[in-house]
């Protein structure tokens, strides 16, 4: 018998019309009165450094927040966790120009940490998990990938454990890609 013990679930689904029009509108008409400036650190572009603000509550996007409770209930319901009250803890728009990416990181404080596309064409540089076992590194029979990449996609929301190690690849295109990144907290 062999168990896998210690699995990593990370979620993504596209959002359903007639839902996922009226997102795009909120989000990008909220995207679009934004200032943004680069971060040293993290190399894209972020309407806040300080990642502690929730501009999903600050602004009032109803449309998105309600689609993201679905979300998480699919979620916790997959990992079998069952679903307690929760809060978005922070969350901010972050803009991927030519050249910008985002070094590994994680969320750890948080309980699961989230994206979402609001513009891409699919090329502007993967979403990539490092793996969470560095032990596995060193074995030719475990380690298959040191990391697992997801090509993003317009209308896609992902959802994954805060303290997962990840990073955006570099942006080799011309289009400027733009997501809503976010951290949610169960209460204790």
């Avoid at 572009?45 to 309600?66: P, R, V």
């Avoid at 929760?86 to 972050?94: A, L």
């Avoid at 942006?171 to 951290?183: C, E, K, M, V, Y």
Wanted: glycine share 6%.
């Amino acid at each position: 018998m062999i168990e896998n013990i210690f699995p990593t679930p990370i979620y993504y689904e596209s959002v359903p019309s007639p839902h996922l029009e009226n997102i795009q509108k909120e989000l990008g008409e909220c995207a679009e009165t934004l200032q943004y400036e680069i971060t040293d650190q993290l190399r894209m572009y972020s309407n806040d450094h300080s990642y502690q603000t929730n501009i999903i509550g600050d602004k009032q996007l109803h449309n998105f927040a309600e689609e993201l409770d679905v979300h998480i209930q699919n979620y916790c319901s997959e990992i079998g966790f069952p679903l307690r009250p929760y809060k978005i803890d922070s969350s901010w728009f972050v803009v991927y120009k030519k050249g910008n990416h985002c070094t590994v990181h994680s969320h750890g404080h948080v309980d699961i940490s989230g994206v979402y596309y609001i513009d891409t064409n699919g090329q502007d540089g993967n979403l990539f998990f490092v793996c969470p076992t560095p032990g596995l590194m060193s074995s030719l029979c475990f380690l298959k990938n040191p990391s697992w990449e997801h090509k993003p996609e317009v209308g896609k929301l992902m959802l994954w454990p805060g303290w997962l190690q990840h990073g955006v690849e570099e942006n080799l295109t011309d289009h400027t890609r733009i997501a809503l990144a976010f951290n949610i907290t169960f209460q204790r």
